[in-house]
């Protein structure tokens, strides 16, 4: 269905739909913003529906980010972002919970 949206290097809305067929925009925008070294935010408030390669994903880059020390943080996660990610007892390791806003 969407795609993921590039508003900058910094900052990607993620596409209301992550299945297989986003993984590799959304692996080429976590890839070149996590290279820019520079604060990340994810914003998530549009995402409808999530399989298990996305939030593995963004499990992977929220870990690159930790490890580089590189500030990221969630603008909105929908409700079925959060679910999908507590369901499988990730929403500390994606930071979701600090950043429901």
Avoid at 6 to 13: C, G, K, T, W
Avoid at 45 to 50: E, G, K, N
Avoid at 55 to 83: C, F, M, N, Y
Wanted: glycine content about 4%; proline content about 5%; overall charge negative.
């Amino acid at each position: 269905m969407g795609r993921v949206l590039i508003m900058s290097a910094r900052q990607i809305s993620l596409a209301s739909h992550l299945d297989m067929d986003a993984l590799p925009a959304l692996t080429q925008a976590l890839r070149d913003a996590l290279a820019e070294k520079a604060p990340l935010s994810l914003d998530g408030s549009q995402v409808q529906r999530i399989d298990g390669a996305s939030l593995q994903l963004l499990l992977a880059a929220t870990r690159s980010a930790q490890q580089e020390g590189i500030p990221l943080d969630w603008h909105q996660p929908s409700p079925v972002l959060s679910k999908a990610a507590a369901t499988l007892g990730l929403n500390n390791d994606l930071a979701l919970e600090a950043n429901e806003t």
